[in-house]
């Protein structure tokens, strides 16, 4: 799989993990990635960035709102956890 991302982007890559350079004519346009051998979170980094970097402005808008609604929930839940196990470890106490 080719992801495209400007040139500072697809260097961070390659220099983070086993990426492919891929080059068209004398400019380096992508990440070439073979994805069984890729981490997931690694590719999901690059899917983000490169979506942001190349979508529409009104979706990309729409996009990064979603992602910030996606984070504020992932510290709900993960507050709630912690709440949950205080809880737990309060009841074994007593």
Same mark, same amino acid.
């Given at each position: 799989?080719? =992801?495209? !991302?400007? &040139?500072?982007?697809?260097?961070?890559?390659?220099d983070?993990?086993?990426?492919? #350079?891929? @080059? @068209?004519?004398? *400019?380096?346009?992508? =990440?070439? /990635?073979?994805? %069984? !051998? =890729?981490?997931? #979170?690694?590719l999901?980094? !690059? /899917?983000?960035?490169? @979506? $942001?970097?190349?979508?529409?402005? *009104? /979706? *990309?808008? *729409? %996009?990064?709102?979603?992602?910030? #609604? &996606?984070? #504020?929930?992932? $510290?709900?839940?993960?507050?709630?956890? $912690?709440? /949950?196990?205080? $809880?737990? %470890? %309060?009841?074994?106490?007593?």
């Amino acid at each position: 799989m080719n =992801v495209m !991302l400007d &040139e500072g982007g697809i260097l961070t890559a390659i220099d983070s993990a086993p990426p492919a #350079q891929v @080059w @068209w004519g004398k *400019r380096l346009a992508a =990440v070439g /990635l073979t994805l %069984s !051998l =890729v981490d997931r #979170q690694f590719l999901d980094d !690059l /899917l983000r960035d490169a @979506w $942001e970097l190349n979508a529409p402005r *009104r /979706l *990309r808008t *729409r %996009s990064l709102q979603s992602t910030a #609604q &996606e984070k #504020q929930y992932e $510290e709900q839940d993960k507050q709630q956890e $912690e709440e /949950l196990a205080d $809880e737990d %470890s %309060s009841a074994k106490r007593k």
